[in-house]
């Protein structure tokens, strides 16, 4: 869906809230310039969601390799099958500390699943979860009318 979004965009009539703009909103409003991105292999691996912060004067890195497939596992292996364990969790507070150690000042966490598992007590940096971003900015724009 992410590889479309501005096509089907300019085939709306109503605005789309994409979660790369708000996500990058959020990011931007908390003074963070370059920020670490979590999610499976496919959003970490591939250009569309780095290249939609980037568009936004964001830097953003990655994860190293080992722990991308690590990240991907514990979502697919685990989160998705409702499965929270504490060595996961320790696992992707080290992955978060090496993003850190690598000059992110923040966290996307770029999947829904994610949120499960880690929030802002794992991070020494400010964590950005993607899902209730998007969700408060849908619920603001449609309030706004």
Do not use: K
Not at 13 to 26: E, F, M, R, S, Y
Not at 31 to 41: C, Y
């Amino acid at each position: 869906m992410h590889l479309v979004a501005d096509t089907v965009a300019a085939a709306l009539d109503v605005p789309l809230l994409h979660i790369g703009d708000v996500t990058a909103a959020a990011v931007r409003a908390a003074g963070i310039e370059r920020v670490g991105l979590l999610g499976t292999a496919f959003t970490t691996e591939q250009p569309f969601y780095r290249d939609r912060l980037a568009r936004h004067g964001l830097d953003v890195v990655v994860p190293g390799a080992g722990d991308r497939a690590l990240v991907h596992r514990v979502i697919y292996e685990e989160l998705c099958r409702g499965i929270e364990r504490e060595e996961s969790r320790a696992a992707y507070r080290d992955v978060i500390t090496r993003l850190v150690g690598a000059g992110a000042g923040g966290v996307v966490l770029g999947c829904t699943e994610i949120e499960l598992l880690v929030g802002a007590s794992d991070s020494p940096v400010p964590v950005f979860p993607t899902t209730r971003l998007h969700v408060e900015a849908a619920v603001d724009h449609a309030l706004r009318g």
